[in-house]
């Protein structure tokens, strides 16, 4: 188990697996500036070579999800991993279970609610007795949009109804997001009366009026791993997830190339807006945030996790959702103004 009294160098290393794709990258570097040592991991020995990783002073090594040994090599001297290798149908599991033989933390950046669900189900048991920290979905689409449902929450203990809505100024995906769109094939869920339900098909369309500068949108019912996060931990009567079709006719075009570096930092110049609706009766409570390019604030997001789980800011252990695990505001608040901005409203 990894003690919070271990104050030593090695409480700081963190291993990254997938470090060399496009959301890995952004993660090495997060973990660079916020003062961890990351130890970057993939399958390809030849590509970490060449990754420039080792010129930054990152350690490099190798290993492969159908090879435990390699893995749990991979692992050594970490007290933390973070898997960015989706498709995660395909990687969380060995990862979690290498992360599990380790006694060390595990979170993951899914946006797959299937494979968000079967981390839960899977190792929440190991992880409350190997007292570790288990989260799977700790990125934009899953964990973001349960930390704002839960702050927007504030102290209702259960809801009629929560209503999410993500406005994407365009989407220039990655090579993973789309191997991972065509790996994904189970039926989405959303939550009616308490319970997991298919998505409706066609997907429902309608429009939704975000703040500016969107305004109002076409917007497509697609739920992603917010759901079964949420689920894990808010009670919640219906849960509805909605994504402006813009970006998503970006998505289904195969010649939308990928996102493009428009800033020192590597940011592409891709825009979003995330709106949550919390309404219990007549009363409503909103979350509303706005920051830039998607796969590169999934870093500040899971770098954060991991801070407050190193400091003891995490409640307890086992396999949880980010908003459970975390004061929700204040980790948000705690991401603004570099990443993000952020207001809570009610009515
Ligand atoms: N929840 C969110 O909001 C969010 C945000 C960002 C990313 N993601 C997800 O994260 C994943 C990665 O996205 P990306 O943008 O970083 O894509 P990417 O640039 O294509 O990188 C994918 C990485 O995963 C590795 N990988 C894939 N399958 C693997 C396997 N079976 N074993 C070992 N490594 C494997 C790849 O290794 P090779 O180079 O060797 O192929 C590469 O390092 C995708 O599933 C994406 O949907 C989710």
């Given at each position: 188990?990894v003690?919070?009294?271990?104050?030593s160098?090695?409480?700081?290393t963190i291993?990254?697996?997938?470090?060399a794709?496009?959301?890995?990258?952004?993660i090495?570097t997060q973990l660079l500036?916020?003062?961890f040592?990351p130890?970057?991991?993939?399958?390809?020995?030849?590509?970490m070579?060449?990754?420039?990783?080792?010129?930054?002073g990152v350690e490099?090594?190798?290993?492969?999800?159908?090879?435990?040994a390699?893995?749990d090599?991979?692992?050594?001297?970490?007290?933390?991993?973070?898997?960015?290798?989706?498709?995660f149908l395909d990687?969380?599991?060995?990862?979690?279970?290498?992360?599990?033989?380790?006694?060390?933390?595990?979170?993951?950046v899914?946006?797959?609610?299937?494979?968000?669900?079967?981390?839960?189900?899977?190792?929440?048991?190991?992880?409350?007795?190997?007292?570790v920290?288990?989260?799977?979905?700790?990125?934009f689409?899953?964990g973001?949009a349960?930390?704002?449902?839960?702050a927007?929450?504030?102290?209702w203990?259960s809801?009629d109804?929560?209503?999410?809505?993500?406005?994407?100024?365009?989407?220039?995906p990655?090579?993973?997001t789309r191997?991972?769109g065509?790996r994904?094939?189970?039926?989405?869920?959303?939550?009616?009366?308490g319970?997991f339900v298919?998505?409706?098909?066609p997907?429902?369309?309608?429009?939704?009026d975000?703040?500016?500068?969107f305004?109002?949108?076409?917007?497509?019912?697609i739920?992603?791993?917010?759901?079964?996060?949420?689920?894990?931990?808010l009670?919640?009567?219906?849960?509805?997830s909605?994504?402006?079709n813009?970006?998503?006719?970006?998505?289904?075009?195969?010649?939308?190339?990928?996102?493009?570096a428009?800033d020192?930092?590597?940011?592409s110049?891709?825009?979003f807006?995330?709106?949550?609706?919390?309404?219990n009766g007549s009363?409503?409570?909103?979350?509303i945030?706005?920051g830039r390019?998607?796969?590169?604030?999934?870093?500040?997001?899971?770098?954060?996790?991991?801070e407050?789980?190193?400091d003891?800011?995490?409640r307890?252990?086992?396999?949880l959702a980010?908003?459970?695990t975390?004061?929700?505001t204040?980790f948000?608040?705690?991401?603004?103004?570099?990443?993000?901005?952020?207001?809570?409203?009610?009515?």
């Amino acid at each position: 188990m990894v003690t919070q009294s271990d104050m030593s160098g090695h409480r700081r290393t963190i291993a990254v697996f997938g470090a060399a794709g496009h959301t890995g990258r952004f993660i090495v570097t997060q973990l660079l500036r916020c003062g961890f040592a990351p130890l970057a991991i993939g399958r390809d020995s030849e590509k970490m070579a060449e990754s420039g990783f080792q010129k930054s002073g990152v350690e490099i090594r190798s290993a492969s999800i159908d090879d435990p040994a390699s893995l749990d090599r991979s692992l050594a001297g970490a007290v933390a991993v973070i898997n960015c290798a989706g498709p995660f149908l395909d990687t969380a599991d060995a990862v979690a279970a290498a992360a599990l033989r380790a006694r060390i933390h595990y979170l993951d950046v899914t946006a797959e609610q299937p494979s968000a669900q079967a981390t839960f189900d899977r190792f929440g048991d190991a992880a409350t007795k190997a007292g570790v920290v288990v989260i799977p979905a700790m990125g934009f689409y899953g964990g973001f949009a349960d930390l704002l449902a839960t702050a927007a929450m504030g102290n209702w203990d259960s809801a009629d109804e929560i209503r999410l809505g993500i406005a994407l100024d365009s989407w220039h995906p990655t090579q993973g997001t789309r191997i991972t769109g065509q790996r994904n094939t189970a039926r989405r869920l959303v939550i009616d009366d308490g319970k997991f339900v298919p998505l409706a098909q066609p997907a429902p369309q309608t429009f939704w009026d975000f703040p500016e500068p969107f305004g109002r949108q076409d917007v497509s019912e697609i739920p992603f791993s917010e759901v079964p996060v949420i689920a894990r931990h808010l009670r919640v009567a219906r849960l509805r997830s909605y994504l402006n079709n813009a970006p998503l006719r970006d998505l289904r075009d195969s010649t939308t190339p990928p996102p493009i570096a428009d800033d020192e930092t590597g940011r592409s110049a891709q825009t979003f807006l995330v709106d949550v609706v919390v309404r219990n009766g007549s009363r409503t409570r909103r979350a509303i945030a706005q920051g830039r390019d998607i796969y590169a604030f999934t870093a500040p997001l899971v770098v954060e996790a991991v801070e407050r789980i190193l400091d003891g800011r995490a409640r307890g252990n086992g396999a949880l959702a980010p908003g459970e695990t975390f004061d929700s505001t204040d980790f948000l608040r705690a991401i603004v103004p570099e990443y993000l901005t952020f207001e809570l409203c009610a009515d």
